[in-house]
């Protein structure tokens, strides 16, 4: 059965505490993002990675960090750096990034952190 | 830079109302407009991607429709379970995989 997995589904941070929030994918996607969900607004990107070993910066990646080290996962890691991470993370894949056609993306079922 | 607006935030409706949700949207070119389904606590289902103006694709009770400006989800005689928040993202055609994403139309469906 092929799909997104995100785990744990709940996390609890404590102040001056890194997270790491872990995705892999059984698609076969070249292509793997991480996005932030607050109330009232729109999916944020924080980061995306076209193929292994190589990643980009979204429009939110300070106080975060990743790596894509094989092809099916993508950890995300939240630092003690990210002063609001309170919020709902989602991971998701594509059959391919860039400029070729398919580009829909597929999430997993997220992970909710809370700061303590 | 590009935008997304949804309208309306939240919409109440009676099972077999019909109604449709708005995306208006600003880029320098279109490369896709996606549809996502998002039920509380979890994340997006995938509902549809639309590529041009003129562009309709259908699946049960909803249909998305494409203009050059704006996307509609119209929603036709809906049930309870129809109730979810619809996400409107668009896909630039300089863009390297970045959605940008509205902030979602909250629906509610009531017996």
């Known amino acids: 059965d092929g799909g997104i997995t995100q785990s744990p589904k709940y996390l609890f941070r404590k102040e001056g505490q890194n997270v790491t929030l872990s995705c892999e994918q059984n698609l076969n996607h070249d292509a793997m993002y991480w996005y932030r969900q607050d109330p009232g607004q729109g999916l944020r990107l924080i980061y995306y990675?076209?193929?292994?070993?190589?990643?980009q910066k979204g429009d939110i990646a300070e106080g975060y960090s990743v790596s894509r080290e094989k092809k099916e996962s993508f950890p995300l890691t939240v630092t003690s750096a990210q002063k609001n991470p309170t919020a709902f993370y989602l991971c998701?894949?594509?059959?391919?990034?860039?400029?070729?056609?398919?580009?829909?993306?597929?999430f997993g079922p997220g992970t909710r952190l809370t700061v303590l | 830079e590009d935008q997304v607006t949804q309208s309306p935030e939240a919409l109440r409706l009676q099972e077999g109302e019909s109604s449709s949700l708005n995306c208006s949207y600003t880029v320098s070119g279109l490369r896709g407009l996606f549809w996502y389904r998002q039920d509380p606590g979890k994340g997006p289902e995938f509902l549809f991607t639309l590529y041009s103006a003129g562009e309709e694709k259908e699946k049960e009770r909803l249909k998305a429709t494409l203009t050059k400006k704006e996307s509609f989800l119209h929603i036709t005689a809906p049930k309870p379970e129809d109730s979810a928040t619809y996400l409107c993202?668009?896909?630039?055609?300089?863009?390297?995989?970045?959605?940008?994403f509205g902030a979602g139309t909250q629906v509610v469906v009531t017996p």
């Open positions: 993202a668009v896909l630039a055609t300089d863009s390297w995989g970045k959605l940008q």
């Open positions: 990675s076209q193929i292994v070993n190589d990643f």
């Open positions: 998701a894949s594509s059959i391919r990034g860039g400029g070729s056609g398919r580009n829909e993306q597929f």
